[in-house]
Structures are given as C-alpha cells and as structure tokens.
C-alpha cells in the first residue's frame, strides 16, 4: 500500500514538473545522492533541480521497497510450498502405514517385514527402532523409545470422561477409527466413553515413580507399565467404558452389553481387545476388558477370528 501511494506521488510529481525520464536517467549518481545530504539545498540551487532529485530519490525509494516486497513474497510462498510439500509427505507416510496387506500363503500368514518391531538394545532393554509402526509390539519385552511421541496426536470427536487432557488424544489414523466404532456403537444402542488414550513417556514415568515410592518397586512394576513399556505410549490405544459402570475402568465391564459389543465388533473398526482373559500368560497383563488397540481392520480381524493376541499373531506371522 504504501509502496502505492509512493509510486502515486511519483506520477504527480512528474506530472506536475514535466521531467522526462531521460532527463532523469542523465543525472549522475552524485547527483542523485546530493538530495540526500543535509544542506543540498544550499549547494544546487534552482528548485527545480531540487524537484528532480527529490523525484528520483522517491522513486529509487519505491522501487526499493517493490523489490523487498517481491522478495518477501517469494520468500513466503517458497516457505508455504516447503509446508505444503511436508505436509503432503506426512500424509503419504501415514497412508503407506494403512497399507498392510496380509496374505495367505503356503498355508502361513505372510506380511512386508516394515510392519515387525525392529529392535536395537539400548541401556540393556529391546528398544523399538521403528515405532511409527500401526503394528508395533510394545510390551514388557520391547520397550518405546523414551523420546518417542507421535507426531500427529488428535483429540477424536467422541464422549470423554475427562476434558481436555493430554490422555484425550490419539493418533489421526485410531482417532478416525475410534469415531467410527462409537458412532457404529451409538446407532446399535451402545453409548461408549473414552477414557484415557495417549499417554507420554514422562508421564508413564511420575506414574511409575510415584508407585515405586507408595509400595515399592517389586509391588509398583505389577501394577504400573515400566515406562517405555505402556501401549498407551504409541498414541493407538484407548481404555473405553461407559455409564454402566460409573465411567471406570473395571473388569465388570468385560459383562456390561457396552464391554460385550466392544469384544464382538472392536475389530470392524481395526481395534483388538488388547489383554484378554485366559491370555495373561502371553500379554503378561492382566485382562483388562476395556483396553483397545488400534492395529488397523484387517490385522484386527485375523486375530479376533483366531483368537490371537497380538503376541501370538507375531508368533504366527511370517516376515516378507
Ligand atoms: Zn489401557
């Protein structure tokens, strides 16, 4: 705008005084800069002269801040084109991950090998080196990396116990899913709460740290994941339960018609009931009837139809 008004005096100026632009391109550079000096009124004289420089020196002016207007701009869409293209990798890498594709082959599970842990020891605990994984495996055996935390945590458009805490959020690809599943709920007579989703390392750690100090440690490590360990880490998880059972998390809840259709259906939607009962020998957990976890529909659906775990399923599943 202003850059404008300048260019708008400029023509007036010129206008009004009849400068051609030749006469003004004649003037030499020290010329041009007199205008700029104090007491170059003194030294050249005529007005007109005076007219003419102050002319040219308003319009170096304006082309100057033209120029630092284009740059900025250029500057702008260069950094806006630099999001674009980010965001758009994003995507891809997050769209790559929803492609797993199981097949039957030979009689055996096959899968690309992207979708297994991959684990390097560090500090003497299995730490998983690609936890981005939809399918990571993060249990008392293979541990989160501590600085580990996803990178597109959203809050799911469902009914929440709590409001706004860090535990209402999850990762696009489960929030996305987690909607469907209580909308699906909803429309069969089910109305389901989510309670607690997203958990990050330190949190897990003043969690852990504050048990330790009540019990101690032996006590404390067989009711609170170790840090690194809990799959509410990974940002796919959800612990769900409804009014029937006051808004807790209770093992009456695996009883409730709202736990039942969850059992049932949560893999119609690519969720597992993570820690079943009868298999806490494989999950190292205890059954916990509220405990989802998002591993994507077709992965879900071969474990709930072999009643698998996902221990078992890797135990199963063959690497390609
Ligand atoms: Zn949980």
């Not at 597109?152 to 690809?173: C, D, W």
Request: hydrophobic share 40%.
């Amino acid at each position: 705008m202003r850059t404008f008004g300048v260019t708008i005096l400029a023509l007036l100026l010129f206008v009004q005084f009849g400068c051609s632009s030749n006469e003004l391109q004649q003037l030499n550079a020290e010329q041009k800069l007199k205008i700029q000096q104090p007491g170059a009124r003194e030294i050249d004289g005529t007005k007109e002269n005076i007219t003419k420089w102050k002319y040219i020196v308003e319009k170096q002016q304006a082309e100057e801040a033209a120029r630092i207007a284009a740059e900025e701009a250029e500057k702008k869409a260069a950094e806006e084109a630099r999001r674009k293209e980010e965001l758009a990798k994003q995507e891809a890498s997050s769209k790559t991950d929803q492609m797993i594709k199981i097949v039957m082959a030979n009689g055996e599970f096959q899968m690309d090998k992207q979708f297994f842990n991959q684990v390097v020891k560090v500090d003497g605990v299995n730490t998983i080196q690609n936890p981005t994984n939809l399918l990571v495996l993060a249990n008392k055996t293979y541990y989160l990396p501590s600085n580990y935390r996803p990178d597109n945590l959203v809050q799911p458009n469902v009914p929440f116990v709590f409001q706004g805490a860090e535990q209402n959020f999850m990762r696009k690809e489960a929030a996305d899913a987690l909607e469907d599943m209580f909308a699906t709920a909803k429309e069969e007579g089910i109305n389901l709460i989510a309670r607690s989703g997203f958990r990050s390392y330190q949190t897990q750690e003043a969690v852990f740290n504050r048990e330790v100090n009540e019990v101690g440690y032996d006590q404390a490590i067989l009711a609170v994941a170790v840090p690194g360990t809990s799959e509410h880490q990974t940002g796919l998880t959800m612990d769900i339960t409804a009014n029937s059972v006051n808004q807790q998390l209770v093992e009456e809840f695996g009883k409730t018609k709202e736990g039942i259709w969850l059992r049932d259906n949560a893999h119609r939607f690519g969720f597992i009931l993570r820690y079943p009962e009868g298999k806490e020998d494989i999950t190292k957990y205890m059954y916990e009837p509220w405990h989802f976890r998002y591993i994507g529909i077709e992965a879900a659906t071969i474990i709930y139809e072999n009643d698998w775990t996902l221990e078992e399923f890797f135990r199963v599943v063959k690497g390609i």
